[in-house]
Nanobody, 124 residues
């Protein structure tokens, strides 16, 4: 059974930084597949934060570009998300995801393996 485990969340003040990690040792296709970070705030839909393919190519929505950096360590089967210049609007539960079918980058609506999430709270 695939288990993804996020860590690194916490409470920071606006302008601060956090680095999230996602341990994915139980996903056998880690080095071959695309993974992504998503977030969901109370009362809002889950949205994409970043994705990274097996070749290291990355994708960010315009709202996140320049403030977040996604990376991966294939040897350790770990996904990372460096977040800088955090704003109160970034407060949400952050999840990592891997596709259940195929190796393409996950989307909020696709069939994915999800972690339990890690909470990020940014105060003004």
């Amino acid at each position: 059974q695939v288990r993804l485990m996020e860590s690194g969340g916490g409470s920071v003040q606006a302008g601060g930084s956090l680095k999230l990690s996602c341990a994915a040792s139980t996903w056998p296709y880690f080095s071959m597949g695309c993974m992504g970070w998503f977030r969901q705030a109370p009362g809002k839909e889950r949205e994409e934060v970043a994705s990274i393919d097996n070749d290291g190519s990355t994708s960010y929505p315009d709202s996140m570009r320049g403030r977040v950096t996604v990376s991966r360590d294939n040897a350790k089967k770990t996904l990372f998300l460096q977040m800088n210049m955090l704003e109160p609007e970034d407060t949400a539960m952050y999840y990592c995801a891997a596709p259940q079918i195929g190796l393409i980058c996950p989307t909020p609506g696709s069939l994915n393996h999800w972690g339990q999430g890690t909470q990020v709270t940014v105060s003004s």
